[in-house]
Every structure is written in C-alpha cells, then in structure tokens.
C-alpha cells in the first residue's frame, strides 16, 4: 500500500480517542470557521468542514450549535493561529498547532511540556521541512463509483494518490489544493467522512517501544492542553 494508507495506519493511532479532549478541540474549530465566514454552513465551506469532521467524532448536534453561536455572539473570542515546532526524548521530532486567545498563555505552556518532559522548543521553521502538508479526504465507496474515472475528475483539482482499501477511500492533494479538492467532491455529490491538513514526516523514524513510551509522555501532555489543535510527529 501507499502513503494513503500509511497515513491512515498512523491515524488509527492517534491518541485523540477520549471525548474530553478531543470535544473541545472539534468545537474551537467550528467557533474558528464561524468566527472568519459566518455562522451558515451553505455559505461558509469552511464552517462545512468543520462541523463535518466534528460530526465524524460524534461530537453532538448540541454543541455543535452551541459553538457556532459563541462565535457569532457579541462576546465571541478571537483565537490566532500559532505553531511551535520541537524536539522530544530520543530526537523526535515535533510539529504542534495551537489556536490560542492568549498567546503568552500558550507559549508559556508549550515550553513547559517540553522543558519538564526531556524535550525543547526550537527556533519556528527549523523543521518544516522535515513534514510534508497534506490535505486529506476520507470518503465511502459507492456500488456505481468507477475510482479510475473518479481520479481522473480529481487530478484537475489537484489529487496526488487515490487509494482504496475495504470500502474507505483517501484522497490524499497539496494543503494548497485543500479548498480546490473540498469544493470538487461537493459538485460530485461525494459525501466526506473526514477532510484535514495534516503534517506527514518525510523520513519517519523507528523508536522501541521503551522509547515510545517516554515520548508519549511529552505527546499527552501537549495534547491535553486545550490550545492545542494537532500535535504531529516524525514517530513511524
């Protein structure tokens, strides 16, 4: 299989599988879209994505609502998008991604995890380059979807690699193409289960499990922060 599936493999690992974190995570982001386009999913595509992934979470209908109305409330926050980019126990390396109303907050924070956690932060565009970003969709196979002709509709929209496996596709396109590719699926009637930007590591690197072990410690830390969006890592 191909880099599709080998993200989808790390995917399954992700930590984010207890609702109290990742809850209020899926619901900053609706606040986020709703805040930038308007609280109307029809006429805000990213508020769209948001609440597509919230929903593909089981993030209930209720807060979904209550977060689009935070958001276009008179008292509605104003997050900035921030990242930090570090390196853990044993050399890994890590990419977070935070939206913050308190940036001094946050960076205060994010430099505690990793000082106290056998890690540090490092100077912002020193690893960049070590993570691919990606726009990935993950959608259901249909009886009547030919994927031959449906690569061939995505290409021009800027669809790297088609894959599928037991019924689940991944379309994997450039971050740049995320809106491009977001926008063909909706003229295609295609409905998403989940659309992201993701940081996928050039070179994943092999850790034992004694390893994994200590930097998960630094990786849970992070992720329980509520500023935190996304945590990646160069972990194969």
Not at 37 to 42: E, K, R
Not at 96 to 116: G, L, S
Request: include cysteine.
């Amino acid at each position: 299989m191909g880099r599709a599936f080998e993200y989808r493999k790390a995917a399954k690992m992700k930590r984010w599988g207890n609702m109290s974190r990742v809850f209020p995570k899926l619901a900053k982001a609706i606040e986020i879209a709703a805040k930038a386009g308007g609280g109307d999913p029809d006429m805000n595509p990213a508020l769209r994505t948001a609440i597509l992934n919230a929903k593909a979470q089981n993030l209930p209908k209720t807060n979904i609502e209550a977060a689009i109305k935070r958001a276009t409330g008179k008292d509605a926050k104003n997050y900035t998008d921030v990242n930090f980019e570090g390196k853990g126990p044993h050399g890994v390396l890590i990419f977070v991604e935070c939206a913050t109303d308190n940036n001094t907050r946050t960076v205060a924070n994010i430099k505690m995890y990793f000082n106290k956690n056998g890690g540090q932060v490092v100077p912002t565009g020193s690893l960049e380059f070590m993570f691919d970003r990606r726009a990935i969709f993950e959608f259901e196979k249909t009886e009547d979807m030919d994927l031959e002709e449906l690569e061939l509709e995505l290409i021009d929209s800027g669809l790297e690699e088609l894959e599928e496996e037991d019924g689940l596709c991944i379309a994997i396109a450039d971050y740049t193409d995320f809106g491009n590719m977001n926008a063909k699926f909706e003229e295609l009637g295609i409905e998403l289960k989940k659309a992201e930007l993701k940081r996928i590591p050039n070179n994943p690197h092999e850790f034992t499990e004694e390893e994994h072990d200590e930097i998960g410690k630094l990786l849970e830390k992070l992720e329980d922060d509520d500023d935190v969006q996304a945590v990646f890592t160069n972990m194969a």
